[in-house]
Nanobody, 121 residues
Framework: QVQLVESGGGLVQAGGSLRLSCAASGSIFSINAMGWYRQAPWKQLELVATITSGGSTNYADSVKGRFTISRDNAKNTVYLQMNSLKLEDTAVYYC???????????????WGQGTQVTVSS
């Protein structure tokens, strides 16, 4: 099985910064895209940013210019640097990856347990 563990969430004032990390472990043969999603109270899950194995990135319009996604392929880890945080960035942030599990012999999406980010005024 493939597991994802997020860290780095917390409480921050508006205008501040946080860095989220997500490490994948387990029976990983390879990881394709990795990404971050978020879900605010009473709202649907939304894409924040994704990054391919080659480093191509994609961002939601709401975070462009403020958030940066990166990954360390050697560590099977993806990061989300969040700057100029706004109240509306408050949400549970989930890490996801598309990976090939060499034990189950399947390629599928895996999700972390989520980490809370709260931006206060």
């Amino acid at each position: 099985q493939v597991q994802l563990v997020e860290s780095g969430g917390g409480l921050v004032q508006a205008g501040g910064s946080l860095r989220l990390s997500c490490a994948a472990s387990g029976s990983i043969f390879s990881i394709n895209a990795m990404g971050w999603y978020r879900q605010a109270p009473w709202k649907q899950l939304e894409l924040v940013a994704t990054i391919t194995s080659g480093g191509s990135t994609n961002y939601a319009d709401s975070v462009k210019g403020r958030f940066t996604i990166s990954r360390d392929n050697a560590k099977n880890t993806v990061y989300l640097q969040m700057n100029s945080l706004k109240l509306e960035d408050t949400a549970v942030y989930y890490c996801s990856c598309n990976a090939h599990d060499f034990v189950l012999k399947v390629t599928r999406d895996y999700w972390g347990q989520g980490t809370q980010v709260t931006v206060s005024s």
